[in-house]
């Protein structure tokens, strides 16, 4: 559109620098010959206009290196003025000066200042062109490129799967092969439900709930592979609406956290989980038992919660609360969020 | 000989199965199991244990610096599934460094290694203690007394011992191997093909030291061998 908008502007510009003399032509017994010579003045200056605003504005001014850019004008305007004044003395229509004396000095000079300078103008006018042209298509390309890059945080944000996460799960799952072959086999099973979850339904914006649930549920009973039997881990779950979308692992990132911070091997621990979803509305409460102490990465995701917070941004502006942080006597953490559907 | 070893694991699995193979290896004996760093830390204080099968990452308190804690003579294997923590294992001078998932066979090479270990610290506990060796000489067993030995050189595949009285003893066998047998800090390697006797040293040089009044080269390689010595009992 902006293209078509530009071109247009050329053209008419070059049509009234062309054709403005015939709108006084009548009466004036000029002859068409005459016309035709006259037209050598506008043929320069566009010449002029457009070696400045495609080549030399361009590769000289823009770039930088102004010095070019300057002599080459300067050298091409005055040549070009003589040209256009020995032009119109030889073809008699001495302009703009009738009455100039054609070997007084001081009026070859006049006349060849005055078309350098008028060529002047176009070079000055088509290089704050090109100039501006310039910084449009930055701006525009400025535009794209960070569409192209939230678009991309997004994405990975949505995907990442933490290589200590699976590392660890397969580990554990070769140690069942050898205690427990069944409970091995469902292992397995879990986990590539999991990863179909990530590989494949993880690339959509938003997912069905319960495929989230689903993801959710096989996470859960992979990190309970890896915790002792006395660790309390509890999932409940009430889905009114099982097909409604959401956009993809936000919970999961906040249940990892409850396992990251909520599982001692030597103290009591619980990690309690409850998702309901009414018609509007997603409900998540995630009490865990906090052990401040912890160096291992139970995450199955490289998303921190502050990263859960950009998503949420993301995906639900303005209608989600989120509230979280630690019991007055610091043994329990809890984590409820509620999302306008 | 049985070697009291105990495992150490925030995953239940991951030692249950440490735990099978252990039992199936007859030089070992297992003392006990622990997903907690912490409670094994308080249990084992008043347990004889040699080595450790040790997790790295665990909460409470990582492998690293469980090994850091324990007894100098407890070895350490590690087990994990980061290799990015190798380096810092050998730095608290692990045994041997298992990655998960860990297979039987890697299991037993690693067992067999501080078998190996534990007979060799068990000869030469022995040799310290009675304070001779013996050893192949022109086809006789002579008798060797570590308070004898000035010094000893490699000459090809044999070791010649200087001896206190002057006379010298040579014997088929490498330098490696000596440097086994003989522990420091009272024999320390100086050079590719000399071992000294640390307390007949009289003075030391930027590359040679003085045992008597023969001079013995020590090359860049060992340097650092007598160095935490000289730091340790340097006057001035």
Redesign the interface.
Known sequence: MNRHIAGFCHMALWAFLFLSPLTFWRGTGIKFVQYMMYCMQPLVVLIVFYLDYLYLAPKYFVSGTHRYYLIVNLILLILLGVFLHEWLVYTNMVFPFPNMRQHDAIDVFTGILYHTLNLAVFAGGSTALAVARRSVNDDQNKKELEAIRAKAELNSLRSQINP?FL??T???V???T??DQKRAQDAIQQLSKLLRHMLYDNQEEMVTLSSEIQFLESYINLMK?????TVEVTFNHQIAKPDVKIAPHILISLIENAFKHG????EHSFVHIDITVSDKELTCRIENSN?S?????RSGHGIGLNQVQRRLDLAYPNRYVWEKGLSDDGTLYSSNIKIEL | MKILCAIID?????A??LE?YVRKISYLKLVGVY?????ALKDLRDKDVQLLFLDI????L?GIEFAKIVTKGVRVIFTT??PEYAIEGYKVDALDYLL??IAFEDFEKSAEKALEWFNMKKKQDIYLRDRFVLLKSDYKLVRLNLDEILYAEGVRDYIRFYLRNGETLLSLMQIKKLEEILPPPEFIRVHRSFMVHLPDVTVFEHNRVMVGDVSIPVSERYKSRIQDYLEQHTLN
Request: aromatic share 4%; net charge negative; proline share 8%.
């Open positions: 200590h590392l660890n397969l580990n554990n070769y140690a069942l050898t205690i592979i890896r915790l002792a039997e599982v001692s091997p030597s052990h102490k912890s160096s291992q990465d | 925030d995953e239940p699995l991951a249950a199965l099978g997903n907690s760093a912490i409670t990452q665990m909460p409470e990582d599934a980061f998960k998932p």
